[in-house]
T-cell receptor, first 114, second 114 residues
Framework: AQKVTQAQTEISVVEKEDVTLDCVYETRDTTYYLFWYKQPPSGELVFLIRRNSFDEQNEISGRYSWNFQKSTSSFNFTITASQVVDSAVYFCALSPTGANNLFFGTGTRLTVIP | DAGVIQSPRHEVTEMGQEVTLRCKPISGHNSLFWYRQTMMRGLELLIYFNNNVPIDDSGMPEDRFSAKMPNASFSTLKIQPSEPRDSAVYFC????????????FGEGSRLTVL
């Protein structure tokens, strides 16, 4: 069975602060992919990143960075110098290799206060 | 470029009525997914099509739900008869190639069944 836990339901930060969104997963599959999606107020989910279970290298993309640690089954997402436009619900998701489904966490609502 | 287009964006109907939700995937994408989002259950996969063929419909709640993809540019999700517990946001997503490599979501159809 697959399970993704995002323990932080809601987070509020003041603009320019750094914020980390936690994601912990459970799977018995030896190979899998991890994802982060952003759901802004407009409603659609926007793909942010995909990470292969074999690749534990951290990833940085502009103000976004991701820390994948297989030892703790975590795939955390950090936004540096947060901006109001970062306000959204962020979902972590897992898909076993070859599967046709994304198993989503319950999401973390991030509010960035100007 | 046009993204995934869903209609209607909002639907309010009475219990027992038939509801049809529509989706136009991104041109050239050959995988299409229908997801449902509720507060209680989060994001759940309903059905997955690849090259217009239903591959996995294990998430379809019951016989009241049906989905079709008559061609590569159109899909429908039908609920007949609708019930209040069907109230949710229904998302269509498409991807290039098979599986969940990178999903592009529509803005969703918010269904309210009274």
């Amino acid at each position: 069975a697959q399970k993704v836990t995002q323990a932080q339901t809601e987070i509020s930060v003041v603009e320019k602060e750094d914020v980390t969104l936690d994601c912990v997963y459970e799977t018995r599959d030896t190979t899998y992919y991890l994802f982060w999606y952003k759901q802004p107020p407009s409603g659609e989910l926007v793909f942010l990143i995909r990470r292969n279970s074999f690749d534990e290298q951290n990833e940085i993309s502009g103000r976004y960075s991701w820390n994948f640690q297989k030892s703790t089954s975590s795939f955390n997402f950090t936004i540096t110098a947060s901006q109001v436009v970062d306000s959204a619900v962020y979902f972590c998701a897992l898909s076993p290799t070859g599967a046709n489904n994304l198993f989503f966490g319950t999401g973390t609502r991030l509010t960035v206060i100007p | 470029d046009a993204g995934v287009i869903q209609s209607p964006r909002h639907e309010v109907t009475e219990m027992g009525q038939e509801v049809t939700l529509r989706c136009k995937p991104i041109s050239g994408h050959n995988s299409l997914f229908w997801y449902r989002q509720t507060m209680m259950r989060g994001l759940e996969l309903l059905i997955y099509f690849n090259n217009n063929v239903p591959i996995d419909d294990s998430g379809m709640p019951e016989d009241r739900f049906s989905a079709k993809m008559p061609n590569a540019s159109f899909s429908t999700l039908k609920i007949q008869p609708s019930e209040p517990r069907d109230s949710a946001v229904y998302f269509c997503a498409s991807s290039l190639g098979a599986g969940v490599w990178e999903l592009f979501f529509g803005e969703g159809s918010r269904l309210t069944v009274l």
